[in-house]
Each structure stands twice: as structure tokens, then as C-alpha cells.
């Protein structure tokens, strides 16, 4: 429904560009809206996540260098301590402190591209690098549920 002040931290409105992690084709593959996919993306109530958030594409593509030269160019998950810690470096909103971690959050508290991402990332996968309005970030799904 409505943001409040906390989501303006993380959410955004805008246009982004999902480049990993279930993009808008995965998510309209012979579903509808109530309809259940395969592989439980974009059909749940809530995630939970962590996320990286830099107002700068370069700062941001800095962090995800280090997660890709890290785990991801291996083909390997991101640990949720690893990612942490590079949330705690290099992001830039007041969860970076806590390592980047949002909680669960319903579907509708997050505007915009963020939201996309955040429900259509597997869980244990890192999203490539997407802008929203409030900057750029890269998020970690750690679950989801109904």
C-alpha cells in the first residue's frame, strides 16, 4: 500500500534496469496473477533481504566487483556474513550499519524496481547492480514466504 519513512531508505520509483536474479520475463512466464511459478518467484508475501544501496553507479559497481570477484564469477552464493560485510563498507543507507539486512518486508512496502528485484531474486542469489531513485543497489534474497 503506502511507504513510510523506513522504506525510503531502501525502495525506490523509477526506472531500473534487472539485469540478474529473475528478471520481468521470468516473473510473466505462463503465470498469472494468482498463479503459481515453478520455481516460487514473484508469488510470495514476503521477502527477506539484504541489500547494498550507493548513490554513485561507480561505488556500487566497486561493491559488486568484490562480491563477483569474491563468489559470483565462481558461480557460488554469497554468503550472508560476506555480503554483510561488504553492505557495512560500502552502503551507504542507515542498514549498511546492521550489514544491509531489511528484515521481511510485505509485498507493497517497497516502491518501484526494488520491489521487482527483491521478490523476483532467488533466494541465496545476489542481484546484478540496479538503480532506483534512490541510488543504485545490489540486493541478497535471504527468504521468502507467504
Not at 500500500?1 to 522504506?7: R, V
Not at 550472508?80 to 561488504?86: G, L, S
Not at 563498507?89 to 528484515?103: H, N, T
Not at 516502491?111 to 541478497?140: D, R
Request: net charge positive.
Amino acid at each position: 500500500m503506502g511507504k513510510d519513512s523506513k522504506s525510503k531508505d531502501a525502495g525506490g520509483k523509477g526506472k531500473g534496469k534487472q539485469v540478474a536474479g529473475g528478471g520481468d520475463e521470468n516473473a510473466s512466464k505462463g503465470k498469472g496473477k494468482g498463479g503459481k511459478a515453478a520455481d516460487g518467484l514473484g508469488t510470495c508475501t514476503y521477502v527477506k533481504a539484504r541489500h547494498v544501496l550507493c548513490e554513485k553507479q561507480g561505488k556500487i559497481n566497486e561493491a559488486y566487483k568484490k562480491l563477483q570477484d569474491g563468489w559470483l564469477s565462481n558461480g557460488d552464493k554469497v554468503p550472508p556474513a560476506e555480503f554483510a560485510k561488504i553492505a557495512a563498507e560500502y552502503s551507504e543507507c542507515p542498514s549498511g550499519k546492521k550489514g544491509g539486512d531489511l528484515g521481511w518486508f510485505p509485498r507493497g512496502k517497497m516502491a518501484g524496481p526494488f520491489q521487482e528485484v527483491a521478490f523476483n531474486t532467488p533466494v541465496g542469489a545476489t542481484s546484478a547492480p540496479f538503480k532506483s531513485t534512490h541510488g543504485y543497489h545490489i540486493i541478497l534474497s535471504e527468504g521468502r514466504k507467504n
